[in-house]
């Protein structure tokens, strides 16, 4: 029989949990390239049971990015991107008392480079490193990293549309995973295509995203994907992964060339929490959430 959550937790002295977002959209293109960006994300989840013990959790996240991108010549261009990420919780646990608030504050760096490579009109290959940071207060930031690398090949058809497939290899704290993803950019009709709305990575595979172009300034979407995300609680490879599904639909404004704003509502469901090393696995209600993303562009 599973020990119960929150005695489990108790258990280690210093404990963090790590909700699983909803994930910022790659940047749309605009009708001019850009090779600058920075994206502000917030982000904000409603209750959520965890376990059988009557425990509740309600989650924050501010996300902050910078990308910059160049082509080298026709057949190559490389990327670069800094991220960082803070997240806040809000616990209430009958086992302990009504207010009982167990963690505070994750703080989560993140950088990436890429390079991309197209041998001819067709075919074009992205090598993406990846290196993250992501660790409790309560912890050391020493301890908490994590490497890994995304591969992915595309084929561009006559008419203009991508499909591809790639797979990320990833060296997490204390845990090696591979995760395939589909990559996909396809224009169905003259307005609603099918693109992949995360980047592939760390937080898991790049998901699907059905778009509808309403205007020249407005867009809306619908989209799901599975997240995961894995974070330092302790030393000594103490860690909180929290695995589980987001369904998501967007409204995107584009007030300008360089300004855009879009709103997220979502819905996380098949959740489930896995402390290590002890092994100790609680499912997470489905709950919803609401972000808000504004991307500049220069």
């Known amino acids: 029989m599973k020990k119960p959550l929150l005695m489990s937790i108790l258990a280690i002295s210093s404990l963090v949990i790590v909700p699983n977002v ?12 850009s090779p600058f960006s920075l994206g502000v994300s917030r982000i904000t989840t409603g209750n959520a049971s965890v376990g059988d013990e009557g425990n509740e959790l309600q989650r924050d996240q501010w996300m902050f990015d910078a990308k910059a991108s160049m082509p080298l010549n026709r057949q190559w261009s490389i990327g670069a991107g800094i ?26 760096y993140r950088a990436s480079l890429s390079v991309s490579y197209r041998p001819n009109k067709n075919w074009m290959f992205i090598l993406a490193p990846k290196l993250q940071y992501a660790y409790a207060d309560t912890a050391s930031s020493s301890n908490a990293q994590s490497y890994g690398v995304v591969l992915s090949g595309m084929y561009r058809f006559d008419s203009g549309n991508m499909l591809g497939f790639g797979a990320a290899y990833l060296n997490d704290i204390d845990e090696v995973r591979t995760v395939p ?3 996909v950019n396809w224009r169905i009709t003259d307005k609603l295509s099918l693109g992949n709305p995360f980047s592939a990575g ?8 059905l778009s509808y172009q309403l205007s020249s300034d407005w867009n809306m979407g619908i989209g799901t994907s599975k997240r995961t995300n894995r974070f330092l609680i302790a030393d000594d490879e103490v860690t909180a992964e929290i695995e589980e599904w987001v369904g998501f639909v967007r409204v995107g404004w584009d007030m300008s060339r360089s300004v855009s704003f879009s709103a997220y509502g979502g819905y996380f469901f098949n959740g489930e929490l896995e402390l290590n090393p002890q092994h100790t696995t609680e499912d997470i209600d489905n709950q919803g959430a609401a972000a808000l993303d504004v991307t500049i562009r220069f």
Request: overall charge negative.
């Open 22 to 33: 909803i994930a910022k959209p790659e940047a749309k293109p605009s009708n001019r390239s």
């Open 83 to 108: 991220g960082y990420d803070n997240l806040d919780y809000d616990w209430r646990s009958p086992t302990v008392s009504n207010t009982t608030q167990a963690w505070e504050k994750i703080e989560r």
């Open 181 to 183: 993803f589909i990559a």
């Open 202 to 209: 760390f937080s898991g595979p790049a998901g699907l995203e």
